[in-house]
């Protein structure tokens, strides 16, 4: 079954430490990864995803296909970090799978 | 950024009301995508649109229906409006290329009481 899991409801970390959003994923062909940021009372909003492997807001994500993951990381946490992160799975062309979601605060 | 528009951003209505959903976007995309959000639940695909003759149920159909007026308007409807549909709406929509990510509008809290 394709699925996306992300096991953390809420992470809490403090200002300045480094930060680690897990995002495993179950799917048989070759998965493209997506990242995205909610915002307070914002949309979602694309963060990364894999194949461009760039950096957005000092976070990155590498996939890793033996441990099936597709962790976001980011060394150095800010206040305004704060948000609802979702990973997502694009199954095929056109369905997207999304996790529940990891609500990461940012604690002064 | 309002290339995907949803109105109303809030509806409280009553249980048994019929409501409408209306999402548009001026991202010249062809496929769009109707989502409810849930705390700790996620997003989950209601239905989809890849254009407008081709509309396709989502995970969790039931109690919806949708109308695609257009390339660039995608409505969805609640026709006997129940608490349980209770949530925050999200229209979506892509490009038809490989990988493509999605694009969010701001949502629709609907309330049902």
């Known amino acids: 079954a394709q699925r996306v899991t992300q096991p953390e409801k809420l992470l809490s970390v403090f200002k300045g430490a480094p930060v680690e959003l897990k995002c495993n994923y179950s799917y048989s062909g070759s998965p493209e990864l997506f990242w995205y940021v909610q915002y307070s009372r914002q949309r979602l909003q694309l963060l990364l995803r894999?194949?461009s492997r760039e950096s957005i807001k000092g976070f990155t994500a590498d996939l890793n296909k033996g441990e099936t993951s597709f962790h976001l990381k980011k060394p150095f946490a800010q206040e305004e970090d704060s948000a609802m992160y979702y990973c997502?799975?694009?199954?095929?062309?056109?369905?997207?799978?999304f996790g529940t979601g990891t609500r990461l605060k940012v604690l002064a | 950024d309002a290339d995907v528009t949803q109105t109303p951003r809030n509806r409280i209505t009553k249980t048994g009301k019929r409501i409408m959903l209306e999402c548009s976007q001026t991202k010249g995309h062809d496929r769009m995508y109707w989502y409810r959000q849930d705390p700790g639940l996620g997003l989950r695909l209601i239905y989809y649109s890849f254009d407008v003759k081709d509309i396709n149920k989502g995970e969790i159909s039931d109690g919806y229906s949708v109308s695609r007026q257009a390339q660039a308007k995608f409505s969805l409807s609640l026709e006997s409006a129940i608490p349980n549909q209770t949530a925050l709406y999200f229209c979506?929509?892509?490009?038809?290329?490989?990988?493509?990510?999605?694009?969010f509008g701001d949502g629709t809290r609907l309330s049902i009481l």
């Open positions: 979506a929509t892509s490009g038809g290329q490989a990988g493509q990510p999605q694009h």
């Open positions: 894999h194949i």
């Open positions: 997502a799975l694009l199954s095929g062309t056109y369905k997207y799978i």
